[in-house]
């Protein structure tokens, strides 16, 4: 009874551990992943989506920082002093509320004792008119923080892009790898027969030798094609930022469907939509916007201010109060040429922002067009890939007939095998350089995949 009882003991310890194991590592069961998931866990652990994340919460504060000067400014200050002015110490006792006439008569006003004041100011001024600054300035804040989001827009659509063209590469590894196992398959096959042949004598051994050589070079082929897939995936994994040492089943498959593309369109749509397109826009928007800002400094600016003054002679106490309420309005003569600079920089940096927009125009249209062309070139090679494997099969299937008979050599038949392996391998690259120019023509126009 007592061995019984241990052992079940120990079968749940057992089990509890097994448990726990694979509790600690939920990714030991191979994850199914389409490309939809692939994206959405890039998106949310791109160290790169991440930085341009933050830069974009800094830009939403060049809007806020701007609407900011129309409020009113509040500053509380302390301040003291130590004094034996005769004026001052006369005022200061007036502002304490400490005066009286007894004091006056007993002291010689002309060398009084000195006195200590502290003060306690609270400021509060309220713009009324900056000669344009708080109106430009909101305008130039609202432009860069559309543009940050703009940017955001634009990395967001890169990630996408890249994992989608990881993902794609990764289907053309494991494509490859099913290629060669089959290709390698036939060549085991063909290097049977030419060992039977050999045994009875039918063929030479350099043919044998000639045979086995090809299919080494084959299984050589099938090695590196197994390594391609596993670095593919792991260059996805990197992509995703997630563990490189985890290996998913990728669930999608694609095909291609040829669409009439008009390269007009393309543009049109292009210069529309991309968001870092936008993004030149709007900080030229917002340079031009700064410009008037800077231009403000040539006009008057008005305030209304209003103070609310503590003197009392010891710290902190709120005895004497009083109050201040001014209108003041500031126009500058001279400034040492200092708003002239202001205006000249922000007029250049206008220029430069122009220019950087009209050549970010140029280079669109050029990408447009070369991804357009590039997709054309694929299709093509696809066309004709897909014809050359066709016509490689039954090559094939005819080498094997006549080699059976007799009538072929062996050499030929592996020469056929050859043709097949590249025929299909050219067709499965073709294939996937469709699809990948194909989502690369989309990222060039701007369109969200």
Known sequence: MQIRVNYIVILLIGLAITGNAFAANPMAARQKLTLQHAIRIALERSPYLQAI???????QTYRDEAKGYRLPQVDVSEIYLRTNSPADVFGLQLNQETFSMAD?????????????DYVTQVQIAQPLYMGGKIKHGIL?????AEASDKKLDRARQDVTFQTTKAYLNVLLAKRYVKLMDSVVSTVEKHVA???AYFDTGFIMEADLLQAKVFL??????????????????????????????????????FTYQRKPYKLDELLQFGLNNRPDLKEMQLKVAAAKENIAMEQSGYKPKVFLVGQLNYHDSSFANFDGDSFKLMAVAKFNLFNGKRT?????????RY???????????NGIRLQIKQALFRLQEAEQRYKIATLSLKQANENVKLREERYKKGVEKTTDLLDADTALQQAATNQLHALFDCLKAERNLNYMIGKNQ
């Open 53 to 59: 994340e933050s830069e974009r919460d800094a830009g």
């Open 351 to 361: 220029e430069s922002y122009h220019s950087y927009l009209n050549q970010m125009e």
């Open 216 to 253: 080494g070079q084959m299984q050589q082929l099938q090695i590196t094609a197994g390594n391609n897939a596993r670095l593919a995936m792991a260059f996805l994994a990197n992509v995703m930022g997630v563990d490189q040492s985890l290996d998913y089943e990728l669930t999608d498959s």
């Open 193 to 195: 027969n030419a060992q």
């Open 140 to 144: 130039a804040g609202e432009n860069m």
């Open 104 to 116: 006056f008569a007993m002291t010689d006003a002309n060398h009084p004792a000195p006195i200590d």
């Open 340 to 348: 002239h600079a202001k205006v000249r920089r922000a007029k250049s």
